[in-house]
């Protein structure tokens, strides 16, 4: 990228060279990745490059965008670079101690706001927990959109809760979202009972781990992404803690990969306190969260 005096670096001709490279390297989304970025450096909307092709960034600007393409270039998630991802319409601050919310997750909030919905619950709060929280988009988002919820958000990692704390101020729902440091249940004392109970656990397996994206391999914490050598440990036990901590009627929201989607369905059915286990799919037609009643 460097300068000649005929053709000036205007932000049409940054995005194009940008994208190139980002496709070189093998972005899915290169061009997306450029627009991202470079409304970073200028401090933008994404939307507004588009009435800006022709202007030329600042000498600081494109210093800044340089380095945050050097580093995508290296494999560092564009989220990561700029310092949050959008989910649900909200802004989650992210870094490398918290898996940065993905699309597919949308589908269980969507789930539970439905289940929500449905309890008409009127004389106490909808009591929910969303475990392995990470970022807190799950409870948070949770929070933004039902009236009378009390969630217990847990994480069994300090630095994820430290995060997710931090979007949870930002998002202005402190009064409703409660942070456990807690391995699955252990040490949630009060409620002893949620009406739902959502969770997005790991569930990558040893070998599926090494095979991912080096981008997220290598840049996303192992430990909310790999849950031992079929990527069922964390969901097994969960399956087996939930019920207890569940009320009658209550639901179980869990995504899943849709590589493991029978094993869960063959657990489920030999749980006896889990009942009418429906799947929902991802955009596309994968079987991605299973949503199940306390019976
Ligand atoms: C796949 S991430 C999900 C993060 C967030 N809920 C989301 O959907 O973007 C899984 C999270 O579960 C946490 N976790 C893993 N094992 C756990 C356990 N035994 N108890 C509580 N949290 C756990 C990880 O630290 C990580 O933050």
Redesign the pocket.
């Known amino acids: 990228m460097s300068d000649t005096k005929e053709e000036p670096w205007t932000v049409l001709r940054l995005l194009e060279w940008t994208t190139n490279f980002f496709k070189s390297r093998g972005s899915e989304s290169p061009r997306l990745d450029a627009e991202v970025l470079l409304a970073h450096a200028r401090d933008c909307a994404r939307i507004e490059l588009y009435t800006a092709f022709s202007e030329v960034p600042t000498e600081e600007q494109r210093v800044a965008f340089r380095e945050m393409i050097r580093r995508r270039g290296e494999g560092t998630p564009v989220a990561q670079l700029v310092g949050y991802r959008e989910?649900y319409s909200l802004r989650f601050r992210v870094d490398e101690n918290?898996?940065?919310?993905?699309p597919e997750?949308e589908h269980?909030v969507i789930e539970a706001l439905d289940v929500a919905k449905a309890m008409k619950i009127s004389d106490r709060p909808i009591r929910i927990a969303?475990?392995?929280?990470?970022?807190?988009?799950?409870a948070i988002t949770l929070a933004k959109n039902i009236k009378n919820a009390e969630i217990t958000a847990?994480?069994?990692?300090e630095p994820?809760l430290k995060i997710a704390t931090w979007n949870a101020e930002q998002l202005d729902v402190t009064d409703t979202v409660r942070f456990v440091h807690?391995?699955?249940f252990e040490s949630v004392g009060e409620p002893s009972t949620f009406d739902i109970i959502c969770?997005?656990?790991?569930?990558v397996s040893e070998s599926e781990y090494e095979q991912l994206d080096p981008t997220v391999r290598d840049h996303e914490?192992r430990?909310?992404?790999v849950?031992g050598i079929d990527g069922m440990d964390?969901i097994k036990?969960l399956l087996e803690t939930a019920p207890e901590r569940l009320e009658v009627g209550g639901r179980l929201i869990i995504?899943i990969s849709p590589m493991i989607a029978e094993l869960c369905e063959e657990l489920v059915e030999v749980t006896p306190a889990l009942g009418d286990l429906r799947f929902i799919k991802d955009l596309s037609g994968q079987r991605r969260i299973i949503s199940m009643a306390r019976v």
Do not use: C, K
């Open positions: 989910f918290v898996l940065i919310p993905r997750t269980l969303d475990v392995g929280t990470g970022s807190g988009a799950i847990i994480d069994l990692s994820a807690s391995d699955l969770s997005n656990p790991p569930y914490p430990e909310a992404l849950a964390v036990r995504e």
